[in-house]
């Protein structure tokens, strides 16, 4: 059998045992040695090529390996919806019984979730995603990473991720857990932000609340805000605000502070987490600098 007929039966590279024997290849286990030309990627499963498989022919035989009917799930559904996932694993969903191996990760579920076509391959919701790679972690830190990034792109919400988290309850501690943090603190850096603040014992802020100006025009809702001088703390993260519409509304947002007389002290979660003192210095010295002048005629709204 030419090789070039066998391609053209795989999928990208990828054939199943079933497949070659149905075209006459008996036993294509001796070419899957070390050495040789193919390679096995699952049990039943064969690569047609003895070089490193890409992502998609990692996941097409992961998907052949589990079976009809199968979908994506985890760290490597949420990378689909452009979602920072970590864990190498491959983590799909079956409606019926079936077996993993190595990295991939065989799961039965009843009901079958929906999906839709993500790149040719069928990929859960962003929220059921989420939740099945949090199921996988074991750091609050990276868990809570994750849900923040889903929430603040767009993919889902914190109820459709409770949902999600309600309605597939095995292994979910941790992400309602995270939930139940992010209803205090949207992300890991806010949480630092509120140690810190604590720990500097000044006035208390008030946190994600809504600043307008006399008139009633709204000019920002600040991570942290020191009403008694009038000044706005905001946790910047790079990895969330780095498409450039981001970028403009940053800066369009620091307009609006400047404009109100709004002193704004920015920080990025790394220097939060790494720097901690000299973080709380600089607090220190914008809140001294802010009490040193009029208190711009901006308040809360409750």
């Known amino acids: 059998m030419r090789i070039e007929r066998l391609r053209e039966r795989s999928d990208l590279g990828v054939i199943s045992i079933t497949t070659l024997r149905a075209l006459g290849v008996a036993n294509p286990w001796p070419k899957c040695r070390p050495g040789g030309p193919w390679q096995r990627m699952h049990p039943g499963v064969v690569l047609l090529h003895n070089g490193p498989p890409t992502r998609d022919q990692q996941l097409t035989a992961a998907l052949m390996r589990a079976g009809p009917g199968a979908v994506v799930t985890g760290a490597e559904a949420c990378r689909r919806h452009g979602l920072p996932a970590r864990g190498r694993e491959i983590h799909v969903l079956v409606p019926g019984s079936a077996r ?39 750091s609050a830190d990276e868990a809570t990473a994750l849900v923040a990034a889903a929430i603040q792109k767009g993919r889902c919400t914190p109820e459709t991720l409770a949902l999600e988290a309600r309605t597939n309850r095995y292994g979910t501690k941790l992400v309602r857990e995270v939930l139940r943090e992010l209803g205090r603190a949207e992300s890991v850096a806010e949480r630092d932000a509120r140690r810190l603040s604590r720990k500097i014992g000044l006035t208390t802020p008030h946190w994600n609340a809504t600043i307008v100006d ?89």
């Open 100 to 138: 993993g191996s190595g990295a991939l990760v065989v799961e039965r579920a009843s009901p079958m979730p929906p999906s839709s076509d993500m790149g040719g391959f069928p990929v859960v919701s962003a929220a059921r995603a989420v939740v099945d790679a949090c199921r996988q972690l074991r």
């Open 214 to 302: 006399a008139d009633g025009v709204v000019i920002g809702r600040p991570d942290a805000w020191f009403d008694d001088v009038g000044l706005a703390w905001e946790i910047d993260s790079r990895a969330f605000h780095y498409e450039p519409q981001d970028y403009e509304r940053t800066l369009t947002r620091n307009s609006r502070y400047a404009a109100a007389g709004i002193l704004v002290v920015q920080t990025l979660p790394t220097r939060l987490r790494d720097c901690p003192e000299a973080v709380a210095r600089e607090l220190k010295k914008a809140h001294r600098a802010a009490a040193a002048r009029p208190r711009p005629p901006v308040q809360i709204v409750r």
